[in-house]
């Protein structure tokens, strides 16, 4: 049964005004229930196919289509800074997406609560950012991206400024919500191990005019746990995603 497609990116390219070309050519389909992930050297364009996705800029060429317009109205957006209002609550910050939708507070509270829990964070509702740790912000944020119930998730290397501990243990958060909510996550990563886990497709991209030189699947089946981290197959999972990305990085034989 083939999947359901989300968006589509038809023959996209994007070039800066100072000339910069980020992406050419680039032709990908997001499928409902996957975890896509972005992998690739800095510069190579992955953060751009985000911000076009979300409508924070548009294509020099090609199309991006949506095949569900309510999809493309209701994105949960996690970035690498958790970027929260510093003045207000846990629980304010999260209900902040529905408040610009105008859900009242009465109206929003069970869903903002559902959220909270969610990442473990019924606890500190009424905390301030200053009061959490760098994990906590980040589940703070995931919290808010996901109170909309979106069905398409953006996540910019959100984890990239934790420590390894913080980061393994929110890669498997992650698993988990992904589970619970059928959401489709679209992931930016440098990690190569980061990738292997949480992923179900990769897609390794080129700092050269961000070209995707790769994009292999990776069987849903897994079971996400410690147990595929020290298996044979994430370490065979994990070799083939790091020569794609020394190939992307120009640092493979012959380059």
Same mark, same amino acid.
């Given at each position: *049964?083939? +999947?359901q497609r ?16 980020? @992406?050419?050519?680039?032709n =990908? ?6 975890t896509?992930? @972005? ?16 409508g ?17 109205n209701n994105l949960? +957006?996690?970035f690498?800074?958790a970027?929260?209002m ?10 902040l997406?529905?408040? =610009? ?6 109206? +929003?509270?069970?869903?903002?609560e ?10 500190? &509702?009424?905390?301030l ?13 995931i919290?808010? &991206? ?7 998730? =953006? *996540?910019?290397e959100? !984890?990239? +400024? ?23 996550i679209?992931?930016?990563?440098h990690s190569?191990?980061?990738?292997? !886990?949480?992923?179900t ?6 700092? *050269? ?6 994009? !292999? ?5 897994i ?14 999972l994990?070799?083939? &995603?790091?020569?794609a990305?020394?190939? &992307? *990085?120009? @640092?493979?034989?012959?380059?």
């Amino acid at each position: *049964m083939t +999947a359901q497609r989300l968006v589509s990116l038809q023959n996209v390219s994007k070039t800066y005004p100072n000339g910069v070309k980020a @992406l050419e050519n680039i032709n =990908l389909e997001i499928c409902a229930g996957e975890t896509l992930t @972005l992998l690739g050297p800095s510069g190579c364009g992955k953060s751009t196919i985000l911000r076009l996705i979300e409508g924070l800029a548009q294509p020099s060429g090609g199309e991006i289509f949506w095949h569900d317009q309510k999809i493309k109205n209701n994105l949960g +957006a996690v970035f690498q800074e958790a970027t929260l209002m510093p003045w207000a609550s846990v629980f304010d910050n999260v209900y902040l997406p529905l408040r =610009l939708q105008g859900h009242t507070l009465v109206q +929003a509270k069970s869903a903002v609560e559902e959220s909270l829990e969610n990442v473990g964070l019924s606890s500190f &509702a009424r905390a301030l950012p200053r009061e959490l740790s760098g994990g906590m912000k980040m589940r703070c944020a995931i919290a808010r &991206a996901l109170v909309t119930k979106p069905a398409l998730i =953006l *996540m910019d290397e959100p !984890f990239a +400024a934790l420590d390894e501990v913080t980061r393994f243990q929110l890669n498997d958060d992650l698993i988990h919500l992904k589970e619970k909510l059928n959401a489709t996550i679209i992931f930016v990563t440098h990690s190569v191990f980061e990738s292997v !886990f949480i992923s179900t497709r990769i897609v390794v991209m080129s700092k *050269m005019q961000g070209a995707i030189i790769e994009n !292999f699947e990776i069987d849903r089946s897994i079971r996400r746990d410690e147990n595929f981290r020290l298996s044979q197959r994430y370490s065979e999972l994990s070799r083939q &995603a790091s020569t794609a990305l020394n190939h &992307a *990085m120009g @640092l493979s034989r012959g380059k």
